[in-house]
């Protein structure tokens, strides 16, 4: 089975496109993979605070940081909760820079940016690993894929098949939806703490799934979407299609009737063929 995967995002309507804080990342690179078996596949999305310092900075370093191909990852809270510390270690090094350069610019840190820093960034995740449950095995199926997905916060992660929605994950309804959802801080290194906020969720795939992730006001949308008997998933697709909607149009248009919060917007669209 193969994986044909597209991604979209938007900046908050009224800022800047350099403030939009959430982040993707896919490996293999779209740019080298072509269409990739989807056993090869990791993906991650995250979703910085704005009310932290560097917020964007984090979501992308763990956007990163979970679509390396680091063996057992995805096998417990526990072992994800790991791989989230060694992040917060990475981070660390790169505050440790970015304080080295504005000091070398002759712009060194006001008091106050201290303290945020001191804080540390917040971000959600969401990420997501496939993989052949028969690897290695010359006499099992060839079309038998598998995924595992692991949260912390509100991004959302949506799996339809023949036309329905066959999973949600982590927020089934879209009243689950608030303005303090969970959030991985950057200075946290209680293993077992993290763990205790991860939520995991393991599946199967089959040839023409669509699977869909995205931050919570997509991810929000998609289930009230849902919830009125709506097909959000086919709007969704149509985004790939030739004469189909923009996804900048499709968004400022859902903005501006209040059916999605103004907020950064960001999709991972997997095609499975």
Known sequence: MRASIATYYLHKGGCAAEEYEDA????????QAGVPDVAKVRLAIADGASESVLA???ARLLGKHFTLNVPGVFEQPLTFARHTVSATESFESALYDYVA???AHGRPLRWYEQRKLDRGAYATLL???FFNPYEGDVLAPTDDRGWT???IGDSGFFQVRDGRLL???PMVRSAEFSTSPGLLNSRNRDVHLVAQHVRMRAGD???HDDIYLCTDAVAAWFLAEAERGGHPWKILND???EGGPHFTDLITEERAAGRMRNDDATLIHVAVR
């Open 56 to 58: 964007g900075a984090w």
């Open 127 to 129: 990420a997501v690993g």
């Open 205 to 207: 795939v089959r040839p």
């Open 167 to 169: 999973v949600a994950f």
């Open 149 to 151: 997905a692991a949260a």
């Open 24 to 31: 993707f990342a896919v490996c293999p690179e779209l740019s």
């Open 239 to 241: 985004l790939r299609s």
């Open 101 to 103: 350069e504005r000091a």
